[in-house]
C-alpha cells in the first residue's frame, strides 16, 4: 500500500510539472510568435521606408535636372544661362536705381511735411 501511495504521489508531482512545463511551453511559444510579427511589422516599416527615400531621390534628381536645363547648367542650354544672369543683374540694376531715385518720386512728400 506505501508502494501505491508513494506512485500515487510521483504521479501526481510528474502531472503537476508537466502542467508547469506546458504553460511555460504555451508562454515561450506566445513570446516567439510576438518576436516574430514585431520582425515583421519592422521589416515592412524599413521597405516602406526604403520607397519613400528612393521616390524622394528619383524626384530630387528630376528636379536637379529641370532646374540645370531651366538654368542652362546642362549641356544644351547655353544661351539660356546667359539670359538668366543677363535678367538677374538687369534687375539689381533697376533695383538698385528705383532706390537712388526714390528721393526724386517720395523727397517732395517728406519736403512738405
Given amino acids: 500500500m506505501a508502494s501505491s501511495v508513494s506512485e500515487s504521489t510521483y504521479e501526481s508531482q510528474n502531472d503537476a510539472r508537466l502542467d508547469q ?3 511555460k511551453l504555451h508562454l515561450l511559444r506566445g513570446v ?3 518576436i516574430y510579427d514585431d520582425a ?3 521589416n515592412r516599416m524599413l521597405d516602406d ?6 521616390s524622394l531621390t528619383a524626384s530630387l534628381s528630376h ?5 540645370a536645363h531651366a538654368f542652362g547648367l546642362s549641356s544644351t ?4 544661362q546667359t539670359r538668366i544672369i ?3 543683374v538687369g534687375g539689381f540694376l533697376l533695383l538698385w536705381m528705383v532706390w537712388r531715385t526714390r528721393g526724386i518720386w517720395w523727397g517732395s512728400a517728406e519736403g512738405g511735411v
Fill in 21 to 23: 512545463l506546458h504553460s
Fill in 32 to 34: 516567439t510568435t510576438d
Fill in 40 to 42: 515583421e511589422r519592422q
Fill in 49 to 54: 521606408t526604403n520607397n519613400t527615400f528612393s
Fill in 63 to 67: 528636379s536637379s535636372r529641370r532646374a
Fill in 77 to 80: 542650354g547655353g544661351v539660356r
Fill in 86 to 88: 543677363a535678367y538677374v
